[in-house]
């Protein structure tokens, strides 16, 4: 994924300072006595401009 939204160039570097947007999964599991669940939220984090 374009993590820095630079048109799509890959390499080697660390993207942990430049980056524009940030994938995120959020997870919850739970037991109870109907059975277990699980919810997943999936989306994308945008940084300011």
Same mark, same amino acid.
């Given at each position: 994924?374009?993590?820095?939204?630079?048109?799509?160039? @890959?390499?080697?570097?660390? %993207?942990?300072?430049?980056? %524009?947007?940030?994938?995120?999964?959020? %997870?919850?599991?739970?037991?109870?006595?109907?059975?277990?669940?699980?919810? %997943? @939220?999936?989306?994308?984090?945008?940084?300011?401009?």
């Amino acid at each position: 994924m374009d993590l820095n939204l630079d048109n799509g160039v @890959i390499d080697a570097f660390d %993207r942990s300072a430049d980056y %524009r947007v940030l994938p995120v999964v959020m %997870r919850v599991r739970w037991s109870s006595l109907a059975g277990n669940g699980e919810v %997943r @939220i999936a989306t994308l984090l945008g940084a300011g401009s």
